[in-house]
């Protein structure tokens, strides 16, 4: 690399840029670093305190499941990445901000990253241990060793340069700046946590713990604990509060489909992929609903609504993803678990409902979910929405947008999505690389024929 001590940042830029677009240079990077995670050969330290990064391939931000996914679709076809994480692990959301008793709500194959299946011993659906345990093994499969403990506090694309530039916090507080061609973005849908506007909340007199926090209910043993949120992540912690003797009463605030995780000896999900082959999606919708009253019953008795919408064309308009029951209905239906309306609002451990009822209760759980966090670091508005932080295109055009900018795991889809964004992000930027080598080809006076 050319140490510009004495130039200014942005002429340091320009040549370093016009640098990253010379297929001599890229030939040349790629000799002298068969590891494309240590970027420390490719750092230039400008007469500032700023560390000046500059890397030839793509930079992806998240280490999350689809960060990790796409890293390994590009180094299967040979083009090095460098992924930068805020935390100090992989798949910090799995690791960090889950409840112990989580696993999988889909079956593994479904779940499974793109080049490598889950382990043949694995349960149809492996526990949050079990997952994390195979996500480590991806990353080391496919040699991804993220630098971690650094936040990506603003990512700008230079017209000038024709570079992306990431401004970046350090595990030190230490500034540093990173430059590439193409800049994935993998933060995904979850980044942070959505906390409800509700009068009185914030003083509340007992504990108030977003399910990000929560990790068992043993904590609440013998308390009286109101959860606010009823999508699978709400329904399961007042399963688990129940398992640990505590009182769960859960917030309905809107309607919502449940559905079992099994039905005619298959995962639910499995069969409706498998009927959307040949049906179109309201059939698959009756007949999962048929199916689920048979074996559930009329679940508005207990004060869970339907929508008017069926569970897949709702996923599919609105990314509101149906409850798969892992036993907390027949906990509703006995009367473990009661059911409240939404909050009014909360004076000390009161707390009034919207039909005028109050109660008091020892503790909150919010399981209101989380949100993305692109518009607050990303300087762009024509791929991702500044509302909610997705792409503006939907499913399945939303992972490529302009001058080298990608998106994975904003599908809402899950899994599956992020492993079908990640192939397609590999095989867009492999034509834009080969097109490096071939040109590289022609210019050492090679026939391309």
Same mark, same amino acid.
């Given at each position: 690399?050319?140490?510009?001590?004495?130039?200014?940042?942005?002429?340091?830029?320009?040549?370093?840029?016009?640098?990253?677009?010379?297929?001599?240079?890229?030939?040349?990077?790629?000799?002298?670093?068969?590891?494309?995670?240590?970027?420390?050969?490719?750092?230039?330290?400008?007469?500032?305190?700023?560390?000046?990064?500059?890397?030839?391939?793509?930079?992806?931000?998240?280490?999350?499941?689809?960060?990790?996914?796409?890293?390994?679709?590009?180094?299967?076809?040979?083009?090095?990445?460098?992924?930068?994480?805020?935390?100090?692990?992989?798949?910090?959301?799995?690791?960090?901000?889950?409840?112990?008793?989580?696993?999988?709500?889909?079956?593994?194959?479904?779940?499974?990253?793109?080049?490598?299946?889950?382990?043949?011993?694995?349960?149809?659906?492996?526990?949050?241990?079990?997952?994390?345990?195979?996500?480590?093994?991806?990353?080391?499969?496919?040699?991804?060793?993220?630098?971690?403990?650094?936040?990506?506090?603003?990512?700008?694309?230079?017209?000038?340069?024709?570079?992306?530039?990431?401004?970046?916090?350090?595990?030190?507080?230490?500034?540093?700046?990173?430059?590439?061609?193409?800049?994935?973005?993998?933060?995904?849908?979850?980044?942070?946590?959505?906390?409800?506007?509700? =009068?009185?909340?914030?003083?509340?007199?007992?504990? @108030?713990?977003?399910? /990000?926090?929560? *990790? #068992? &209910?043993?904590?609440?043993?013998?308390?009286?604990?109101?959860?606010?949120?009823?999508?699978?992540?709400?329904?399961?912690?007042?399963?688990?509060?129940?398992?640990?003797?505590?009182?769960?009463?859960?917030?309905?605030?809107?309607?919502?489909?449940?559905?079992?995780?099994?039905?005619?000896?298959?995962?639910?999900?499995?069969?409706?992929?498998?009927?959307?082959?040949?049906?179109?999606?309201?059939?698959?919708?009756?007949?999962?609903?048929?199916?689920?009253?048979?074996?559930?019953?009329?679940?508005?008795?207990?004060?869970?609504?339907?929508?008017?919408?069926?569970?897949?064309?709702?996923?599919? =308009?609105?990314?509101?993803?149906?409850?798969?029951? @892992?036993?907390?209905? /027949?906990?509703? *239906? #006995? &009367?473990?678990?009661?059911?409240?309306?939404?909050?009014?609002?909360?004076?000390?451990?009161?707390?009034?409902?919207?039909?005028?009822?109050?109660?008091?209760?020892?503790?909150?759980?919010?399981?209101?979910?989380?949100?993305?966090?692109?518009?607050?670091?990303?300087?762009?508005?024509?791929?991702?929405?500044?509302?909610?932080?997705?792409?503006?295109?939907?499913?399945?055009?939303?992972?490529?947008?302009?001058?080298?900018?990608?998106?994975?795991?904003?599908?809402?889809?899950?899994?599956?999505?992020?492993?079908?964004?990640?192939?397609?992000?590999?095989?867009?930027?492999?034509?834009?690389?080969?097109?490096?080598?071939?040109?590289?080809?022609?210019?050492?006076?090679?026939?391309?024929?």
């Amino acid at each position: 690399m050319l140490f510009l001590g004495m130039q200014t940042m942005d002429t340091w830029a320009e040549i370093e840029g016009k640098k990253l677009n010379d297929p001599f240079f890229l030939k040349q990077y790629q000799q002298k670093n068969e590891d494309s995670y240590n970027p420390a050969s490719s750092t230039t330290t400008s007469s500032s305190s700023k560390q000046c990064i500059i890397f030839p391939g793509p930079v992806i931000v998240g280490a999350g499941p689809s960060g990790l996914a796409v890293a390994a679709c590009l180094k299967e076809k040979g083009i090095p990445s460098l992924v930068i994480e805020r935390s100090d692990c992989i798949a910090s959301l799995w690791q960090h901000k889950t409840y112990d008793r989580l696993s999988l709500h889909l079956p593994k194959k479904f779940c499974e990253l793109p080049l490598m299946p889950f382990p043949f011993d694995f349960p149809p659906y492996p526990s949050k241990k079990q997952f994390v345990l195979y996500l480590e093994a991806y990353a080391k499969k496919f040699g991804i060793n993220p630098l971690f403990n650094r936040t990506v506090i603003s990512a700008e694309h230079d017209k000038t340069l024709g570079q992306w530039r990431l401004q970046v916090i350090g595990p030190n507080k230490e500034e540093e700046e990173y430059t590439c061609r193409w800049l994935i973005v993998a933060t995904g849908e979850n980044a942070e946590t959505v906390t409800p506007e509700i =009068e009185g909340l914030t003083g509340f007199s007992g504990p @108030v713990v977003h399910t /990000s926090m929560y *990790k #068992s &209910g043993q904590q609440f043993e013998g308390k009286k604990v109101l959860v606010v949120g009823c999508g699978n992540s709400g329904m399961e912690v007042c399963l688990d509060l129940c398992n640990h003797n505590g009182q769960p009463h859960i917030v309905v605030r809107d309607t919502v489909h449940v559905l079992p995780r099994e039905m005619l000896g298959q995962s639910t999900f499995g069969l409706s992929m498998w009927l959307l082959k040949w049906f179109p999606i309201e059939w698959v919708d009756l007949f999962l609903l048929l199916i689920s009253w048979f074996m559930l019953g009329n679940t508005a008795r207990f004060g869970l609504k339907r929508p008017n919408t069926g569970p897949l064309e709702l996923k599919s =308009e609105t990314g509101k993803t149906p409850v798969l029951d @892992v036993g907390t209905l /027949s906990k509703i *239906k #006995s &009367g473990d678990i009661k059911v409240k309306p939404a909050v009014k609002k909360i004076v000390g451990k009161r707390v009034e409902f919207v039909d005028g009822k109050t109660e008091e209760f020892d503790a909150v759980v919010l399981a209101t979910g989380y949100k993305s966090n692109v518009p607050l670091w990303l300087k762009e508005t024509e791929m991702f929405s500044e509302k909610d932080g997705l792409p503006r295109k939907p499913f399945p055009n939303g992972w490529k947008g302009e001058k080298g900018l990608y998106a994975v795991g904003f599908t809402r889809r899950g899994l599956m999505g992020a492993s079908l964004d990640a192939t397609r992000i590999a095989q867009d930027i492999e034509m834009c690389w080969r097109r490096a080598g071939t040109y590289q080809h022609i210019t050492n006076g090679a026939s391309p024929f």
